[in-house]
């Protein structure tokens, strides 16, 4: 409570109610055990996402007196994207929420026992904090005991596909999805990211696992609205939404750099693109849509009849002199024909591989 004592309150005297007051003022999110009471009286009484999906629910997708419509976009392309629903009922018992209630109705959906990966914790936090500064990282006292411990209970993250303008009806359309997803290394939604390519983000961005996609509308107040798979979701419909979606966010941009006077990208950038160059312990690499070409170092003049390297879907080997330098497990796949390799001033192996699904940038370089 370091920033309560430098404005005077001290933090040993506040109640609970008050320390909550306090972090929700500054953007905390604050889960008390009544909220998780209700959410599980709420889960016990109307049908959960997990029962729409696995065909359990008993409502009918297509009853609008009885559901909000929303989609479903499998991570698993062989699954049909899905019209499910948010009952109405949720709304009723749940009259606390207020404004977008499927990040509450689809949480438990992320609730899984899949581990966090450490290493990609830490990779993540020291890129979030102080631009790799890891005593501030070790400040943070961040473990991922207590992440595990937060997506054992469920946390979405939402992306705005389309923000509500006076050009959409004040409508704005979000994908929901598991906010620590790339952590638990949980498979790239290559549909999602699609979508988002067509709404007008260069590079798209990487979502991982399963997504809902939702629309919301915030006049005369915010609350949530119909979502159709097939109608919505198709680019080439009538009236497409996301044929609209690119001048939209444009101008949403634009209004946004005007008021907090910031211009340019404001997606972040992915590894290894716009020139920058992404470091591993042993080597480094860059990418674009197409290739993924990664350096391998040497200490001496690198012997080109002693270099043997293999290709796989999914891996690369690179043996010299009968020694392993460089052995990777790929992220996604390759095209093994499109691969090769060269010497770069003698003393830099350059391996270039093409990438099995084109058009996709991934946010690391190891599975």
Known sequence: ???????????????????????????????????????????????????????????????????????????????????????????????????????????????????????????????????????????????????????????????????????NQYQGVYIYLDEVGMLKKLPSNRRASQMASTCGFHPPPNFYGDVFVGRVQTKPKLHNVDFVAGVDTDSHHDGSWMRRAVAENLAWQQEMNKVTGKTGQTQPVAAGTDGTVAEEENFSWTQDGEEIEISVPFEQAIDKKAVKVSFWNRAIKVVYAGQEVLSVKLYAGIDVDGCTWTIDGGKHLIVTCEKANGDELWPRVQS
């Open 1 to 167: 409570m370091a920033e309560s004592a430098e404005n005077g309150i001290d933090g040993q005297d506040m109640t609970l109610e008050e320390r909550e007051k306090w972090l929700r003022e500054r953007g905390v999110q604050i889960e008390t055990p009544q909220d998780r009471k209700r959410a599980m009286a709420a889960s016990s009484s109307v049908a959960t996402i997990a029962q729409q999906i696995s065909g359990l629910s008993l409502a009918d997708s297509n009853d609008k007196n009885s559901i909000i419509r929303f989609v479903c976009i499998p991570h698993d392309e062989s699954k049909p994207i899905r019209t499910v629903g948010l009952p109405k009922l949720y709304l009723t018992e749940n009259s606390q929420i207020v404004g977008d209630a499927l990040p509450h109705y689809v949480k438990p959906y992320f609730a899984d026992n899949k581990s966090i990966d450490a290493s990609l914790l830490k990779e993540q936090a020291t890129k979030q904090f102080a631009g790799g500064d890891l005593k501030q990282l070790a400040e943070t006292n961040l473990s991922s005991a207590a992440m595990n411990a937060a997506a054992a209970q469920g946390s979405v993250e939402t992306f705005p596909l389309v923000h509500p303008a006076d050009t």
